[in-house]
């Protein structure tokens, strides 16, 4: 699974063969902006909170159309999770179960 690491693909296979739930799993793949101090590079552990909640602009990052629309993509597919249990909805979508046989991750990336 690209970006995983083996700790991550391992969890995703047990819960998997435990659970009767489906398993998703997700790369946030979105460097934040630059922001005129040094910059951390790559994503990091925590910086998919502001797109997930929503906030982009509480930020002082210089966050792009296309981060505005990855935030809506994150929120919809959140939201979708809690009322579905699936992120993608109701309805088939791109982001499919992560199985042993068929390991998945669903990338969140900036589409520019």
Known sequence: MPGMQPGEQRFAEVRDSLSTHSTF??????????DGRKALEGSFHSSELWYVFHTLDRS???FTEGDYNLSDEML???T???????????????????TKESPFVFEFKVKE
């Open 60 to 62: 002082w990052r210089p």
């Open 25 to 34: 799993l997700y790369l946030f793949n979105r460097p934040l902006p630059i």
């Open 76 to 78: 919809d597919a959140w």
């Open 80 to 98: 979708n999770f809690c009322k579905f249990g699936n992120p993608n909805g109701d309805k088939a979508g791109n982001w499919k179960p992560s």
